[in-house]
């Protein structure tokens, strides 16, 4: 695309947004009284600077994952010539996030939304308004909080990683404009709803308030099995088939080009990762050391499943499999991580391995779709798989945790029953597939339209590296 279009393309853009974030922006400035008189009149809470540290030490770590973690994952799984192009996208897809949701996802993710509560919150928090070191968000503990910014900086930086997810599955094809394009669109209507619809509640001071969907369903999602990674898996499904094959793809060698880079990638997710999942905890408690070592045995367990599986099935066990084993048992258990017991997350990482590999190996196959870092097959079939185990192994029988009732005085756990918990949270991974799986097609189409979503084939045979972005990731 010539400088002028892509000028004229995002000018249209950046009216667009102005146009959608202006009556936002006189909202939140009305709010905020609105907003100074709830938080006066909220019940008292006791702020601990253990929980907070932990918060701010777990955001980092979160951070850790995306950059330099999925950027350095991703960018050892493509060819020489693009691994720059997939830094740069990750880069910049989490500096965007991070604008946009302080500008109004965490209002749309964590505020009432009124008559459309149950799918999205509103703006009464746009820009921050009425968000500062004196507001507090409430754990899990009845009476137990965290600083406000502290859970709004978290919760940030799942909308960082969310969408970098999703471009592992048309690496080295797509425009760049086009992912900033998307991620922005993605962002605003289908990943807030979405952490709307899962994890927006009243917390234990106000059990009984208005939830979103899928909380009210009953379904439990501790980090974002339906939230981040069913979520990006299926738009990266989308993605991966309106973009279309790579240029080649099924006759030229499309090898990895770092597996170096590839195992750093992946062990600073896995490190990153106790900042996603025991942080989800919001405190620094036994249920965050329950999360701990649930992520650690996991995704061990995965890692072994996967390669015993490649040894029977190829005589070999590979470092890629094993590699795509870690992030299986990583996704599997996200969430489920402050649910089950130690055993049922062996169990849960033990049982995902061969279900992914079968769909990386021989669904892709089969369907002949070219999802190049396996998002699909690993994040959204694991995300699947968790989400649907956590409904098992949360059982108390089974060494899991239970579901706290917090209507009672007690705060007792209990369960359902596997049928009723597994339904429940079955209906969240179904509304997550239709929401995102239908509403990426959309956007993706919109984008199309604006700024088309492909790059030309003479630059992508000579590599998104030069032709994007004017440099090369090696000199030789």
């Known amino acids: ?5 892509l000028s004229t393309s995002l000018g249209r853009l950046g009216a667009a947004a102005a146009a959608f974030l202006a009556p936002a922006i006189a909202f939140a400035q009305e709010a905020a009284p609105a907003a100074a008189e709830a938080v006066a009149a909220a019940p008292a809470m006791t702020v601990d600077k253990g929980d907070t540290t932990w918060m701010m030490l777990s955001t980092i770590l979160v951070l850790l994952m995306t950059v330099p973690g999925l950027a350095l994952f991703y960018g050892g799984l493509v060819r020489t010539k693009n691994m720059l192009s997939v830094l740069m996208q990750v880069l910049m897809i989490a500096a965007v996030a991070m604008i946009v949701w302080v500008a109004y996802g965490y209002s749309l993710a964590f505020t009432d939304g009124g008559s459309l509560n149950s799918f999205v919150g509103g703006f009464s928090k746009a820009f921050l308004s009425g968000v500062d070191v004196t507001t507090v968000a409430e754990s899990f503990t009845k009476g137990v909080a965290i600083p406000e910014l502290v859970f709004v900086i978290f919760q940030m930086t799942f909308a960082a990683i969310t969408p970098g997810l999703i471009i592992g599955a048309f690496a080295e094809r797509i425009k760049f404009s086009a992912v900033i394009l998307f991620t922005i669109l993605w962002l605003t209507f289908i990943y807030f709803p979405m952490a709307h619809m899962v994890w927006f509640w009243g ?11 899928i909380f009210g369903f009953g379904a439990i999602d501790f980090a974002g099995g339906t939230v981040v990674h069913i979520n990006a898996g299926i738009a990266g499904l989308v993605g991966a088939i309106m973009v279309g094959k790579r240029t080649g793809f099924g006759k030229d060698m499309m090898a990895p080009h770092s597996m170096t880079m590839t195992m750093i990638g992946a062990s600073l997710l896995w490190v990153g990762w106790f900042g996603f999942n025991a942080g989800s905890n919001l405190e620094a408690n ?3 050391v329950l999360a701990m070592i649930n992520t650690l045995v996991a995704t061990a367990a995965a890692i072994v499943s996967w390669s015993i599986l490649e040894t029977f099935t190829r005589g070999k066990a590979s470092m890629l499999g094993a590699a795509s084993g870690a992030v299986a048992g990583l996704v599997v258990i996200t969430p489920a991580a402050g649910f089950v017991g130690p055993m049922g997350a062996i169990v849960m990482g033990l049982i995902v391995s061969p279900i992914c590999y079968f769909f990386v190996a021989t669904v892709k196959n089969k369907f002949g779709y070219d999802d ?12 699947i798989i968790g989400a649907l185990l956590t409904g098992v192994f949360v059982n108390p029988a089974l060494g899991g945790a239970g579901i706290v009732d917090y209507s009672t005085a007690d705060f007792a756990a209990g369960y359902a029953g596997t049928a009723t918990q597994v339904w429940a949270q079955a209906k969240g991974v179904i509304v997550t597939l239709l929401w995102s799986g239908i509403g990426s097609a959309i956007l993706y189409k919109i984008v199309d339209v604006i700024v088309g979503l492909r790059v030309p084939v003479e630059a ?10 004017g440099e090369a990731a090696y000199h030789s």
Do not use: N, Q, W
Not at 372 to 383: E, K, N
Not at 460 to 469: Q, Y
């Open 372 to 383: 190049t870092a396996d998002v699909f097959g690993v994040h959204c079939i694991g995300g």
């Open 1 to 5: 695309m010539s400088s002028t279009k």
């Open 286 to 288: 036994a249920y965050a």
């Open 203 to 213: 917390g234990p001071s106000a059990f009984d308030g208005p939830t979103g969907l």
């Open 460 to 469: 992508e045979r000579e590599g998104l590296d030069l032709s994007s972005h």
